[in-house]
């Protein structure tokens, strides 16, 4: 019974020391993709020297309606990544709590265990 515990807690004990292990970075996961807009480049302004007022004009109205998508998109992947964090700092609270009841409960599993073999006379 003794070694049966013992590798129990060695199990439980090795593996919240890999969750807690940080010196080895594990591979970058992909990044999902995003549900947002893409994100694409502006336009180019024409040869301010050559250019009509025209072409200017057209340029400015181009620039404002690439600028106001652009700015829809970023306004999208900000909410993403507020919604990611979120998500992560749920899931640290919830591995925490798990890590704290794993180790509160090995600790009564182990008095208990202790009571009994000292009820028994065996140490």
Known sequence: MKYVLAAAMFAAFTMSAQAQDTTTAPPA??????????????????????????????????????????QTAV??????????????????????AAQTANQAAAAAFQAQLDAFHA?????
């Open 29 to 70: 996961a992909p990044v999902p993709a995003s549900g947002c807009p893409a994100l694409t480049p502006g336009p180019t302004a024409p040869d301010p020297a050559h250019a009509t007022a025209d072409q200017m004009n057209a340029a400015v109205a181009s620039y404002t309606a690439w600028q106001a998508a652009t």
């Open 75 to 96: 306004d999208c992947r900000n909410a993403e990544r507020r919604s990611l964090n979120a998500q992560l700092q749920a899931r640290t609270a919830e591995l925490q």
């Open 119 to 123: 009820r028994r006379g065996r140490h």
